[in-house]
Structures are given as C-alpha cells and as structure tokens.
C-alpha cells in the first residue's frame, strides 16, 4: 500500500557518514530510520546518531530500545561537558577534544543499545527546566563524529535538531554527506537553501530528499530550490506512514518492498 508514495532515490548515497537535516516536522526522524533498516536489510552495519536535543522519540520510529544513558551523562553529565568546554576557552583553544579515535566496536552498550548490526546512540536531551543551553551537546556531538572512524560496510546516519544551528556548532565537520529534507513549506525550502550554501562553505557534499509531496507540489518546490542544488529523491504524501508515526510505531513494520522503492542502489 505504501509503494505508490514513493519515487525512487538516486544512488549518491554511497557515504558513510550521512547528516540529515530540515525543518521540525518535515520528516527527518522517519527518513534516517528508513534508510537505517533498509541499508542494516541490505548487510550493512548502522550507528544512527541522535544530536536533537528535544527529540524523545526517534528510538519508537527506529524499533530499538533506547541506550541505558546518553552519551553526555555516561561522561558525567552536561555539568562536565560545559566544565570541559569552559577549560577551552580559557585555554583559547578551538574545538572540545573528549575523545580519541574509535571505531564502533569501541563503543560502549552504556550509551549504545544493538538490535543486531543495528546500534543507536543519543548526544543528550534537555531533562530540566531552566538547566541551561544546548551549546555543550553540539560540542560533543562535534568531536564524536570527528573522532569515529568507519570501516567498510559501516554506516553512521545523524538525525539532527530542527533548523541549522547544527552548522553553526560544527556538527557537520565529521559528515561526508549532508542531506536537507524539505516537506511543503517555504520555510524548508529557506533552510534547504541556506544549508546548501553552509555545506558548500565546507566542502561538503549536499542534496535534498522531497518529502510529503503531490504531483501538484513537486515542480513548484524544485523552482524555489537553488538550481545547483541536487534532488535525491522524491517521497510523495503517505497517510499509511503518519498513521505509523501518530500510533508511535515503528518503520520497521513498512514491508521491504517499500524500502527498496525509497532506496534503489544503496547497497
């Protein structure tokens, strides 16, 4: 029932560290856990990185168990992290430097929960009120990415907070390929525009994912697009999925023949 919302992805996902970006409520989290099952289906082994710092649900629409601990409290809390950031500053030094180089066998099942080649891992979330700014999660989100080596077969999908104040953090650093995903809106469409531009800023390979889209939207959203910008896939409204989301069920109930759709050639 699902395959009539789907136009198939190209193949320029051959990367393995994938930055996802976009809008609040554009679909990013169901995109990353889309792509997680089918490449974990097709052999490959998956690390899906969770930097939003609000987001309480990916893990649901991913169908794994959420880690025993962020990564941020299994080093002592964000209290640590901003401590580590302060010693920075005052040191006049650029970047948090936490980490040594790791692979994910490194990794520890703390803050890493496996559902067989498939792992996932949370930065941090904002547990209190009035505890204080984001800023040390996406320091920390920075140097993991930067310090995480991947063998072949190994794949790392970020699902980041809504907007770009992860570029501004440096998240991207680590990436090799940044992905906007843009839904019906001239605010996504803003923000796919301007991502372009900060990723090209960085060297970074860019492309944007359409997403909930209509025969009617489709050539009007590529006429606001920047031209330069590549179009990877197009995903057409599906009321099957939301109905998912809304029941707070996973994507790994979306039978297979609908992940090949959304992912021709990855494997």
Avoid at 78 to 99: C, M, T, Y
Avoid at 186 to 191: G, V
Wanted: hydrophobic share 40%.
């Amino acid at each position: 029932m699902f395959n009539e919302h789907v136009i198939k992805i190209k193949e320029v996902f051959r990367i393995p560290k994938v930055l996802i970006s976009g809008r609040g409520g554009c679909g990013k989290s169901t995109i990353v856990s889309l792509l997680a099952r089918k490449l974990k289906n097709n052999g490959n082994r998956i690390l899906v990185v969770d930097c939003d710092e609000s987001n309480f649900g990916l893990n649901k629409i991913l169908g794994i168990e959420k880690p025993k601990k962020t990564l941020m409290n299994n080093l002592g809390g964000k209290l640590a992290v901003r401590d580590k950031l302060l010693e920075i500053v005052q040191k006049d030094e650029n970047h948090l430097n936490i980490f040594d180089v790791m692979s994910l066998d490194d990794l520890s099942n703390d803050y890493v929960t496996w559902d067989d080649n498939l792992g996932f891992l949370e930065i941090g979330k904002i547990e209190h009120s009035m505890e204080g700014c984001a800023c040390p999660m996406g320091a920390l989100s920075r140097d993991f990415l930067n310090h995480l080596t991947i063998n072949e077969n190994e794949w790392i999908l970020v699902d980041t907070e809504a907007g770009i104040e992860h570029f501004g953090r440096g998240v991207l650093e680590g990436a090799d390929f940044i992905i906007a995903i843009v839904d019906p809106s001239e605010d996504a469409i803003l923000l796919a525009n301007k991502a372009y531009k900060l990723s090209f800023e960085n060297n970074k390979n860019f492309g944007v994912i359409l997403n909930k889209i209509d025969d009617n939207l489709e050539e009007i959203l590529k006429s606001k697009l920047d031209s330069n910008i590549a179009i990877l896939g197009i995903i057409n409204y599906s009321s099957d999925i939301a109905m998912l989301n809304l029941q707070g069920n996973s994507v790994e109930s979306v039978s297979i023949g609908v992940l090949d759709d959304i992912i021709t050639c990855i494997n």
